[in-house]
């Protein structure tokens, strides 16, 4: 496959050279471009640590987990609309534009470099959706356990149980949150290590993503300076096809963003309910199971950071959009001092 990729997408940079059609002004050629360098790049690494990957896909619990945690369709229903909507929706909605964009016969080629660019970073936004579900399984798990240990807490309710009943409670709910502490690990240090084998494929697609739309505004940028400046007329098909490239760009960060963010919330809220167990009436062992686990959270620091680079939350499209706008203002300022040099 990586020799396959890589020698469709050198073929189609040499053809593209040869015939003097590498316009990087062109948001669609610069997306169809810079796609072809990020399939090279991700296709390549992948094949050199493909013992590394195997080992560590055949070692994840993935199915052990899904099991305990009792989840079924009905339970990640709502993630599966996501995942739809951005490995199958946006590549359609892109091949669409692009058929009545370029009006060419070979459009299923020249979708294929996004296509294939974005297959490894579409599987960790898939694994985001798991990794969410997991934890929100169990936090519920978990307010289980912060409900029973506050009640045993209870003044009245201390009167009513016995100390042997309730040391032999408390014992139980550490049993439980050793368990949950351990799953919480598996859960928290696969999905890190999951990024990190994809870490490059990640930033590869950011990367598409940040040029889709810096090219994309410019070209609106030359569409209006053009009919204002230069009094020629405004193609307002060639904005709209061109808009949706931009729109899909934009919405792919988003969702990015948006999924990572539901996961570190649902660490967060992790965090937050253990600090919620009360633990001035209760057996010695849950006390330390509470303070080891939530020592663990504070340890491992859960964050979804590909190569140490660039944090992904939902402050990544703000990250992304501000990077354009800089962009935008030294393309924007060197194209006006050309065209009003030549007047």
């Known amino acids: 496959m990586t020799v396959a990729v890589t020698t469709l997408s050198l073929r189609q940079l040499y053809i593209a050279y040869n015939d003097d059609k590498i316009n990087l002004a062109n948001a669609e050629i610069l997306y169809y471009y810079i796609g072809i360098v990020a399939v090279i790049l991700t296709y390549i690494l992948q094949l050199v640590r493909s013992n590394e990957i195997k080992t560590f896909v055949s070692q994840v619990p993935l199915l052990e987990l899904m099991d305990y945690f009792e989840l079924n369709q009905r339970a990640v229903?709502?993630?599966?609309?996501?995942?739809?909507?951005?490995?199958?929706?946006?590549?359609?909605i892109l091949e669409i534009n692009l058929i009545i964009r370029q009006r060419r016969k070979d459009t299923v080629i020249n979708l294929f470099p996004l296509v294939a660019s974005n297959f490894l970073?579409?599987?960790?936004?898939?694994?985001?959706?798991?990794c969410y579900h997991y934890m929100q399984a169990l936090n519920s798990y978990l307010e289980k356990v912060e409900k029973d240990a506050n009640l045993y807490?209870?003044?009245k309710q201390m009167i009513l149980h016995k100390p042997f009943h309730r040391m032999q409670a408390f014992c139980n709910m550490a049993d439980k949150l050793d368990e949950l502490s351990e799953k919480y690990s598996i859960i928290c240090k696969n999905i890190l290590?999951?990024?990190e084998i994809n870490s490059v494929a990640?930033?590869?697609?950011?990367?598409?993503?940040?040029?889709?739309?810096?090219?994309?505004?410019?070209?609106?940028?030359?569409?209006?300076?053009?009919?204002?400046?230069?009094?020629?007329?405004?193609?307002?098909?060639?904005?709209?096809?061109?808009?949706?490239?931009?729109?899909?760009?934009?919405?792919?960060?988003?969702?990015?963003?948006s999924m990572a963010n539901d996961c570190l919330e649902m660490v967060q809220e992790t965090s937050i309910i253990l600090k919620r167990i009360q633990l001035n009436n209760c057996d010695i062992r849950f006390r330390q199971s509470v303070e080891r686990f939530s020592l663990q959270i504070f340890v491992e620091n859960f964050k979804i950071q590909p190569?140490?680079?660039?944090?992904?939350?939902?402050?990544l499209l703000h990250d992304v959009l501000s990077a354009v706008t800089s962009f935008l203002l030294i393309l924007i300022q060197s194209d006006l001092t050309l065209r009003f040099s030549l007047k």
């Open 77 to 92: 229903k709502s993630s599966i609309v996501k995942i739809v909507v951005k490995t199958l929706l946006f590549p359609i």
């Open 202 to 257: 990640i930033l590869a697609a950011l990367l598409c993503n940040l040029f889709a739309i810096t090219g994309g505004l410019f070209q609106q940028y030359n569409a209006l300076a053009d009919t204002l400046i230069n009094k020629e007329s405004y193609d307002l098909f060639d904005a709209m096809t061109n808009g949706v490239f931009l729109a899909i760009a934009i919405a792919d960060i988003a969702l990015y963003g």
């Open 153 to 155: 807490q209870d003044v």
């Open 307 to 315: 190569m140490g680079m660039l944090e992904i939350n939902v402050g």
């Open 193 to 195: 290590k999951y990024v």
């Open 121 to 130: 970073p579409n599987c960790v936004f898939s694994a985001l959706v798991i």
